[in-house]
């Protein structure tokens, strides 16, 4: 429509400057009748009146020209003296060699047809140039109005701030692609609006797409980082980096200016299969939810200010331990209390020696005596009272030379190795007896699974080798399905008991004590059971650290597809570690890996590889949480290591794009 109406106004310009020229011509043949005078005025005024009241131009400017005729008329009949001029008789003959020669008047036409083409050059430029001047370099004037108003709003030349802002300036109500233009950004942009979903007025910023869920920190995904020298990636949740195209924001990874630039209140979060035509996004959703309570307000107004004003993603450089010496401190303190409950316990003697029971006094032990070590991921040979570390799995472990014996490692394993165990070797006589003890003891909400071996029967004082395993699900987020397991080798004169914690145990104490009684008896599986629910009673007061309980943002949502099915959503070991009905803004593994979002839920623990998105890979370790989807596969480190696929979200999920609005 807007182009028809040019069309016409450029047609009404040449009318005008048609007539003009017509008028002009006119005083060409009055430029044979009176003078060079007459002709200036004419076209003087007739510029000048043209401007100002064209109908009525013509009129006076034809009163100029026969006012200046009869002037000049009278001037020519009057002889200087006052007499009158007879015209002169016209030469009936020529002299056959005089040239023919052009009367004056001929000279006087054509000197006044250049000066009025000149004039009417002149004229028709300076009339382009100052007289169209104001209405083009004032945008507030009336016909620039009228020109963007004919001029549908959200289009390329008169872009909208925003699909809300179009919503609301026009009755525009369906979905789809329009141009932007927010406050402070220079060029038009095209973006798709959703103007039917939950009031609408949502635009479209960015979305997320996993590009290979088998290949960690790959190049392909463009919403991880990593910090490491080798990588080059950049924090793209972080800066004002824009990549992808909006037709295609369902089968890679994309962002436009507004993610940064827009001024908004609330997001809105939908998951659809990849290569869906954005088009039928919303038709196709699996899930779909957004905010209602304008928390971009306080935050500056979009994600990115989100980020780099209060909720940045700087990865810890080194890791926090679990604290174990006052716990193994605390254990200790109770010996008294524990052994009490074993009739004729032994005191055994430690020796000299600070990795080995060389020999426990009165034959506890042969020639080599007794010697445990720990294995979980990396290993060490155990010396009493020492404290050890072991990053890949940000285990800490120590000891304590009281009566039982204890040893305790508190077992982050953050890379989720899968097995750990405690070997003890060692060296009896000839002629024992062999008795093996498991169970399980609950107090609360903790939990403490044993597994023993006791010698017994000869009138040397008996040994049980008891390994435990404690965990609280509730307060500690301990895992649930480990399982202990054990098995005893005997060469000669050597027994050696090896005590396996299987299946990727995560927040869980796992300890050793070694009982014994005077003249070989048996430690009876009810004394044992006693000794262990005391030994319990310092774990009750142990507080885990909750190092991924750093400053993050949790935000309630609204589901608008998709909430019946939010428990296929969550992976089935998630179940308890997350709450749905909300969006968490940031995240933090318990190695350090941050992660932008949490979609859908909120984070209970800290096992957002599992859930989050977008991590930040961390500055110390081996870890590899760092895809777009980081381990919505349920695989931890590498390829090769599979955990449980009670981890992992379905293959629809990972196959899926996360959309990101904003309004």
């Not at 028809?4 to 020229?21: D, G, M, P, V």
């Not at 096992?607 to 949480?625: H, L, R």
Request: aromatic share 14%.
């Amino acid at each position: 429509m807007h182009h028809f109406i040019y069309t016409i106004r450029i047609l009404i310009h040449l009318c005008n400057y048609s007539r003009f020229l017509l008028r002009i011509l006119f005083f060409v043949h009055v430029c044979y009748l009176h003078t060079l005078r007459a002709l200036i005025l004419n076209v003087f005024f007739l510029y000048i009146l043209n401007l100002m009241v064209p109908d009525v131009s013509f009129l006076i400017c034809s009163f100029v020209s026969f006012y200046v005729l009869v002037q000049d008329t009278k001037r020519q009949l009057l002889q200087p003296s006052g007499t009158v001029a007879l015209p002169a008789l016209p030469k009936t003959t020529k002299p056959l060699d005089q040239k023919k020669k052009h009367p004056i008047r001929f000279w006087r036409v054509f000197v006044c047809v250049v000066l009025i083409v000149i004039i009417v050059i002149a004229v028709i430029i300076i009339h382009l140039t100052f007289g169209r001047k104001p209405s083009l370099a004032q945008s507030n004037t009336q016909e620039v109005a009228e020109q963007q108003q004919q001029i549908a709003y959200g289009t390329l030349n008169n872009p909208a701030l925003s699909c809300l802002d179009l919503k609301n300036s026009t009755e525009v109500t369906t979905d789809g692609y329009y141009y932007l233009k927010p406050l402070g950004t220079l060029i038009p942009f095209q973006v798709y609006c959703d103007m039917t979903t939950a009031g609408g007025g949502w635009t479209l910023v960015a979305s997320v797409h996993e590009n290979d869920i088998d290949r960690k920190c790959s190049t392909g995904d463009m919403w991880f980082s990593n910090d490491q020298p080798e990588y080059t990636m950049s924090r793209n949740w972080e800066n004002r980096n824009t990549f992808g195209r909006v037709d295609q924001a369902t089968s890679a990874d994309y962002k436009n200016i507004g993610y940064s630039s827009m001024k908004a209140s609330n997001v809105m979060l939908r998951h659809v299969p990849n290569k869906t035509p954005v088009p039928r996004t919303a038709v196709e959703a699996g899930l779909q939810y957004h905010t209602s309570n304008n928390f971009l307000e306080s935050l500056g107004g979009n994600l990115f200010s989100t980020y780099t004003q209060h909720y940045p993603m700087n990865p810890k450089t080194s890791v926090a331990y679990p604290p174990v010496s006052d716990l193994a401190n605390a254990i200790a303190a109770l010996a008294p209390n524990i052994t009490a409950g074993i009739p004729d316990f032994y005191n055994y003697d430690y020796g000299s020696r600070s990795n080995t029971l060389r020999d426990g006094g009165n034959g506890t032990f042969s020639t080599y005596g007794m010697k445990i070590s720990f294995q979980f991921s990396a290993g060490r040979s155990i010396h009493y009272d020492q404290e050890y570390k072991f990053i890949d799995t940000n285990t800490a472990m120590t000891s304590r030379k009281s009566h039982p014996f204890i040893l305790v490692a508190a077992i982050e394993n953050h890379n989720f190795k899968r097995f750990g165990y405690y070997r003890i070797r060692s060296q009896r006589a000839e002629g024992d007896l062999l008795m093996s003890y498991n169970g399980k003891i609950t107090d609360g909400n903790f939990e403490l699974q044993y597994r023993a071996r006791c010698f017994y029967g000869r009138t040397v004082p008996s040994v049980c080798d008891v390994v435990f395993a404690v965990n609280n699900t509730k307060d500690w987020f301990s895992s649930t399905t480990f399982y202990l397991s054990d098995r005893s080798i005997k060469s000669y004169r050597s027994f050696r008991y090896d005590c396996y914690i299987f299946n990727y145990a995560r927040r869980v104490m796992f300890g050793y004590t070694m009982l014994s009684r005077s003249m070989g008896l048996l430690v009876t599986q009810p004394q044992m059971e006693t000794a262990l629910r005391k030994i319990l009673q310092p774990f009750k007061n142990y507080t885990w650290p909750g190092q991924c309980e750093s400053n993050h943002l949790v935000v309630p949502v609204t589901y608008t597809t998709g909430e019946s099915n939010l428990s296929n959503f969550v992976p089935p070991y998630m179940h308890s570690a997350t709450t749905t009905g909300f969006l968490q803004i940031r995240a933090e593994s318990y190695d350090g890996t941050y992660f932008a979002m949490c979609p859908a839920v909120r984070l209970n623990n800290c096992d957002g590889q599992f859930v989050c998105i977008g991590g930040v890979k961390n500055g110390y370790s081996t870890s590899n949480a760092c895809n777009d989807l980081t381990d919505w596969n349920g695989i931890a480190n590498n390829p090769d290591n599979h955990i449980s696929k009670k981890y992992a979200h379905s293959k629809a999920d990972i196959k899926s794009t996360i959309m990101i609005f904003y309004r």
